[in-house]
């Protein structure tokens, strides 16, 4: 079953590259955190995370206008049989795949983005910017074309296809409320967890050369540290340190095969400030010290192998 939840994973990469869209896997009855391969295979798709949804969400008012689309969008589902064409606060439109098992509504697959009126959906995006605690429209605009490309591509074969792995979604969903069923919730939740989550591998996926805080990224998250910090033990299975050092450690490794550059400097730009401290750090995870791991899998350059592996040269008579 978990080599079935990474194909989940690589086709939904494939669809959004494919067709050009943006996927979203909106979970309304908590069911995707219980099996940890299926959280670990969807996470990329809990929440949008290019840069306009997330300057969007910046602030507090915002996010949560953000988060009240899912209540609607739920409802919705609940009175649509198939899919639908919806629009999102700050303009963008997307197309709405309902999942359900049996009669009921567990979650939804989102793609997008999707224009219908250029012109509309600009000006709704700069009144969307003026809700609440304001953002700036110019820097919106701004992300919003250096970020949002509409599909080019005729959505009927993205539908199949996602229509499809809704209808296996809800077959998974039957299999865990039979093996987990004391695990899964039988109300609706409003994912704000998955958005928070999501939103904080951003955070340190964007920060990693630096100093993140705790603090800094419950802020960022719109959520006490507590509470990230609880989300983060039960979803990762270790603490939010733990887990930046991993993410900054499979970097590094990236570079010790692929670049020259020093232990001290690897150490610098993956965020370690001390290079005894990245040595110690990345041994524990790896199991061998970043001067063994390099040794034992740097690759040559091609011209230097080449070089070697060319036979002697026949002696002239």
Known sequence: MPGSYENIKNYLLYLSSRYNVQ??????????????????????????????????????DHYRACL?????????????????????????????????????????????????????????????????????????LTLYHSSIHTSTIEPEGMLIGLEMLAEYLGQTY?????????????????????????????????????????????????????????????RTGVNINVYINKIRVELAKNDLILSSASIAEIASRTGFNDPNYFSRVFSQIIGIPPTEFRRRFQQKPASEQDLISLPAPAARL
């Open 174 to 234: 039957e299999i865990l409320r039979q093996t987990h069923s004391a695990s899964v919730p039988r109300r609706f939740v409003s994912s704000s967890e998955d958005t928070i989550l999501t939103h904080a591998i951003e955070y340190i996926r964007q920060n990693i050369a630096d100093h993140i805080s705790v603090t800094a990224l419950a802020c960022f998250c719109h959520c006490s540290e507590s509470y990230i910090s609880r989300i983060f033990r039960r």
């Open 23 to 60: 996927i979203c896997i909106k979970d309304f009855c908590g069911f995707i955190p219980i099996n940890k391969a299926l959280d670990e295979a969807l996470r990329p798709f809990l929440a949008h995370t290019n840069s306009f949804c997330m300057y969007m969400k910046s602030t507090q």
């Open 68 to 140: 009240s689309m899912i209540r609607r969008m739920y409802n919705k589902c609940e009175r649509t049989q198939g899919s639908y064409f919806g629009v999102c606060h700050a303009g963008l439109g997307e197309y709405v795949i309902p999942i359900r098992s049996g009669q009921t509504l567990i979650g939804s697959i989102n793609a997008g983005f999707f224009q219908l009126n250029e012109k509309r959906s600009q000006a709704r995006i700069v009144r969307a910017c003026c809700r609440g605690e304001p953002l700036d429209p110019d820097t919106a």
